[in-house]
């Protein structure tokens, strides 16, 4: 059984900052050789990726519309996933979500586990 548990959503204002953790744990849960992606959805829109940490190297990926905002990071030593999300905008106001998979990939599809979601909101 492999378990997500996402923290630090909340409420802020717009150009403030909010850091989300995602901490992994499972008794054969290996979370070195996992593919840790966060991603978001908002009211009455679709799923999407917002950034991702490949495994088996330091590569990360960014969605355009937040890249130079978000910094995503890993601590392979305690199973801990971050997403820094600076200068937010109100468009980023979604649940956000935690997700682990074996494929370095940016779709959805491919990650087997997911958290069950922190919510962000971002107030004009």
């Known amino acids: 059984q492999v378990q997500l548990v996402e923290s630090g959503g909340g409420l802020v204002q717009a150009g403030g900052s909010l850091r989300l953790s995602c901490a992994a744990s499972?008794?054969?849960?290996?979370?070195?050789?996992?593919?840790m992606g966060w991603f978001r959805q908002a009211p009455g829109k679709e799923r999407e990726i917002v950034a991702a940490?490949?495994?088996?190297?330091?590569?990360?990926y960014y969605a355009d519309s937040v890249k130079g905002r978000f910094t995503i990071a890993r601590h392979n030593a305690n199973n801990t996933v971050y997403l820094q999300m600076n200068s937010l905008k109100p468009e980023d106001t979604a649940v956000y979500y935690c997700?682990?998979?074996?494929?370095?990939?940016?779709?959805?599809?491919?990650?087997?586990?997911w958290g069950q979601g922190t919510p962000v909101t971002v107030s004009s």
């Open positions: 997700a682990a998979g074996r494929t370095n990939s940016i779709l959805d599809r491919y990650y087997n586990y």
């Open positions: 499972g008794r054969t849960f290996t979370f070195s050789i996992y593919a």
């Open positions: 940490s490949w495994w088996g190297s330091s590569s990360t």
